[in-house]
């Protein structure tokens, strides 16, 4: 939930920078699963405030998807262009991150779920096992014959 709720409270309005695919296309599919509830409610109105309200997270977070693949966030402008330019974009849109800084900034940093983040593992802190398995020495042990 937080791919959709951040864009619009931490960067409602922010064109610089990058954001990687999973943030971008997370936030995509709340926005569209939200439209089409209102819809099946027949909320009409509720919908159409709902959309002009994320527009510019929308645009802004767009343009942001572009910059991480090394393009101007102005050629969003291709949506106006019929099934070629739609074609374009959603391919741009789905390429993948470009693992170096570019002119826009350093590359975007996945965000982990919540979730995913509580399920990883913490790795224990290092304490001082003296245990033999745990020593850098080898030692050889011979067996007790004295029986």
């Not at 826009?104 to 995913?116: D, E, F, L, Q």
């Amino acid at each position: 939930m937080h791919w959709f709720l951040d864009p619009i409270t931490k960067h409602y309005a922010d064109f610089e920078g990058r954001v990687g695919r999973q943030e971008f296309w997370m936030f995509i599919l709340f926005s569209w699963i939200l439209q089409v509830i209102l819809s099946v409610l027949h909320l009409d109105m509720v919908g159409f405030l709902v959309s002009l309200g994320l527009f510019l997270p929308s645009f802004a977070l767009g343009a942001r998807r572009l910059h991480d693949i090394g393009k101007s966030g102005w050629w969003q402008l291709l949506w106006l262009v019929p099934i070629i330019g739609w074609i374009i974009i959603i391919v741009w849109c789905a390429t993948k991150t470009d693992g170096f800084p570019n002119q826009y900034g350093n590359p975007a940093v996945p965000k982990m779920a919540a979730s995913a983040a509580a399920a990883a593992p913490t790795p224990a802190p290092a304490a001082a096992d003296t245990t033999p398995a745990a020593s850098s020495e080898v030692s050889s042990v011979t067996p007790d014959t004295d029986k």
